[in-house]
């Protein structure tokens, strides 16, 4: 399975800032997936991401406010912008695996005051 | 009612303990049918992964598949301490291509007790 590490592991950030979370893979990936894990709530896959194209968001989550890069095949970026305190949450990359799994990684843990 | 239903519990087993654990669901087009092990502070990791109804065995850990009820269990024979952590079922509907998505459920925390 892929080894996967994101940066920052957590952070603490302030009301109307911007965080972007780095998600780096040790091998080539053809996707890379962004999801957030709030208390008490099932993981949610905000976005896909591709290399080479613009990523793909699911519904209730929009471009403005989760932009992602993918330059190549091993990073991605999720910036989460515009913060307020319901962004507080655990963020997670990951990756395709075989048959159709994911792999994915530690996590972010975001508070927002 | 959500495609995925999984009791979050927690549910807490003295260690030797056969633990099981479920999910159901409504979308029929489910075709494959994993669970992840989250421990603290970490990211899921991949522990079973199935495509077909009936048993699938990895050592301790046993998952089982009931397309006909849209129902998935986990089994854990012989329960030790390290296994407590959250359990969380995800399904697949392979849309083919290149495109897919994992559903979730919310996760059932389980503790070992020595």
């Known amino acids: 399975s892929a080894v996967i590490s994101q940066k920052p592991s957590r952070d603490i950030c302030q009301r109307g800032t911007s965080l972007t979370i780095q998600c780096q893979v040790d091998s080539q990936v053809t996707m890379m997936f962004w999801y957030r894990q709030q208390p008490g709530q099932s993981l949610t896959l905000i976005a896909t991401?591709?290399?080479?194209?613009?990523?793909?968001?699911e519904s209730g989550f929009v471009i403005d406010k989760f932009p992602i890069s993918r330059p190549n095949l091993t990073f991605s970026t999720l910036t989460v912008s515009n913060m307020s305190p319901e962004d507080s949450s655990i963020y997670l990359c990951?990756?395709?695996?075989?048959?159709?799994?994911?792999?994915f990684g530690p996590g972010t843990r975001l508070t927002v005051l | 009612q959500k495609e995925v239903e999984q009791d979050p519990g927690p549910l807490s087993v003295p260690e030797g303990a056969i633990v099981s654990l479920n999910c159901t669901y409504s979308?029929?087009?489910?075709?494959?049918f994993m669970w992840y092990r989250q421990y603290s502070r970490k990211g899921p990791e991949l522990l079973m992964y199935?495509?077909?109804?009936g048993n699938k065995e990895d050592g301790r850990f046993t998952a089982q598949v009931d397309k006909s009820s849209k129902y998935i269990s986990l089994f854990i024979r012989d329960s030790q301490p390290s296994d407590s952590a959250t359990y969380l079922c995800?399904?697949?509907?392979?849309?083919?291509?290149?495109?897919?998505?994992?559903?979730f459920g919310k996760g059932t925390l389980l503790t070992v007790n020595p």
């Open positions: 990951s990756v395709d695996g075989f048959t159709d799994t994911q792999y």
């Open positions: 995800a399904m697949l509907e392979n849309s083919g291509g290149s495109n897919y998505k994992l559903t």
């Open positions: 991401a591709n290399q080479g194209s613009e990523a793909t968001y």
């Open positions: 979308n029929s087009a489910f075709q494959y």
């Open positions: 199935t495509y077909s109804s």
